[in-house]
């Protein structure tokens, strides 16, 4: 029964909260999402990096940005 847990999480990337006598004690992640969150944990813990981005996200607001899909266009990323 636990591997075919472990296989669900894995594929799924669906969390599970693991209990113990009516306790949460722990959640299952995939790897995927576990990567995921430290990622947005490090870009929030970045005052510089998160100033950029709030900074883009009024420059977009007043037409002075470009989407992604511009960028990939423009520079061929």
């Known amino acids: ?10 594929k799924s990337d ?9 306790h949460p004690n722990l959640i ?4 995927n999402e576990y990567e995921g ?3 947005t944990l490090e870009v929030m813990s970045d005052p510089q990096l998160m100033k ?4 883009g996200e ?3 607001k007043k037409g002075k940005g470009i989407t992604l899909e511009e960028f990939k266009k ?4």
């Open 1 to 10: 029964m636990f591997f075919k847990i472990l296989a669900q999480v894995s």
């Open 52 to 55: 950029d981005i709030e900074q």
């Open 58 to 60: 009024r420059d977009m």
């Open 28 to 31: 299952l992640l995939s790897e």
């Open 74 to 77: 423009k520079y061929g990323k």
């Open 37 to 39: 969150l430290i990622e």
């Open 14 to 22: 669906t969390p599970v909260r693991v209990t113990f006598e009516g």
